[in-house]
């Protein structure tokens, strides 16, 4: 079995490298250098040159402000080059994982979002997976579309450690209250791609995959602040809004029931969060 990763330099990408216990399947990790999946010809040559059974795409434009100037990066990267490599895997009889984002959804609803639920993005990153996720359902029919919320790691740039770093150097830090999620462990998520690679799952479609619980961005941030006693406290401020030029939705909270019929291992966030914390603070 070999099983491409995209973007293996981000949180993702690492995440996996760092679960992996099963040496005898094959797992190729490329970076952006090594494989650009907008280059539709180096995409397609690679896969030639390879029988890939699985491939998982790490690879995205993920910063939310910055899609909202760099319009044309985000859509090609999120949505694009997404269509490219899904009509590659395609002729490659090829099962695609991709991931995708909360940001799919307005933030409008007051119960967890379900996979079916009405979709509509409120800023450009969001619309620009929201095309991905449409590129892909139009070309293939076998394929693992993962929408995460509040994604972190112990790697790459996250809420999780930015916040580390500011209690390490002991600043004021102002935390929203306006928005309701789920935290994400990649980790986590990374042991529930590696079961549906190993376990060949095929009952294929969208997924949400989150830990258990919500919060918001500031409860997050208390809870990371535990792991840090001689923090002062008083210094985490609860604020309702912060400036930002993309709109973010105000409730994003997913319902994760679909995936726990065919996968047992969600636990609550802050369970999650304590693995991440342990291998940051090493």
């Known amino acids: 079995m070999k099983v491409l990763v995209t973007g293996s330099k981000g949180q993702l990408?690492?995440?996996?490298?760092?679960?992996?216990?099963?040496?005898?399947d094959e797992w190729?990790?490329?970076t952006r250098e090594e494989l650009d999946i907008c280059d539709f010809?180096?995409?397609r040559n690679l896969f030639e040159e390879n029988k890939f059974d699985y491939c998982v795409n790490c690879a995205a434009y993920t910063n939310v402000d910055g899609a909202e100037d760099h319009k044309d990066d985000a859509y090609l990267a999120n949505s694009e080059a997404v269509k490219n490599l899904a009509g590659v895997c395609k002729d490659h009889n090829c099962i695609l994982i991709h991931i995708s984002t909360d940001y799919v959804f307005?933030?409008?609803?007051?119960?967890?979002y379900k996979e079916e639920d009405k979709v509509g993005a409120i800023n450009v990153y969001g619309d620009s997976k929201l095309q991905g996720e449409r590129n892909i359902r139009a070309i293939l029919e076998n394929y693992f579309i993962i929408r995460v919320s509040w994604l972190y790691s112990p790697f790459g740039h996250n809420f999780v450690k930015s916040i580390s770093k500011k209690i390490r150097e002991n600043s004021e830090l102002n935390i929203i209250t306006s928005q309701k999620g789920i935290p994400t462990s990649a980790l986590d998520l990374a042991e529930f791609i590696?079961?549906?690679?190993?376990?060949?799952i095929t009952e294929y479609g969208i997924y949400h995959f989150t830990g258990n619980g919500e919060t918001d961005w500031y409860e997050f941030a208390v809870e990371i602040s535990k792991y840090f006693p001689e923090y002062n406290?008083?210094?985490?401020?609860?604020?309702?809004?912060?400036?930002?030029k993309a709109k973010r939705p105000k409730y994003s909270v997913l319902n994760t029931t679909k995936v726990k019929s065919i996968y047992n291992h969600l636990v609550p966030w802050q369970l999650s969060l304590s693995r991440t914390m342990k291998e940051i603070l090493n």
């Open 13 to 24: 990408g690492q995440s996996i490298q760092f679960v992996l216990n099963k040496p005898e």
């Open 28 to 30: 190729f990790f490329v």
């Open 41 to 43: 010809v180096q995409t």
């Open 106 to 112: 307005d933030g409008s609803s007051t119960r967890p």
């Open 194 to 200: 590696v079961f549906l690679v190993e376990n060949r």
């Open 233 to 244: 406290s008083d210094k985490l401020n609860a604020i309702l809004n912060y400036p930002s």
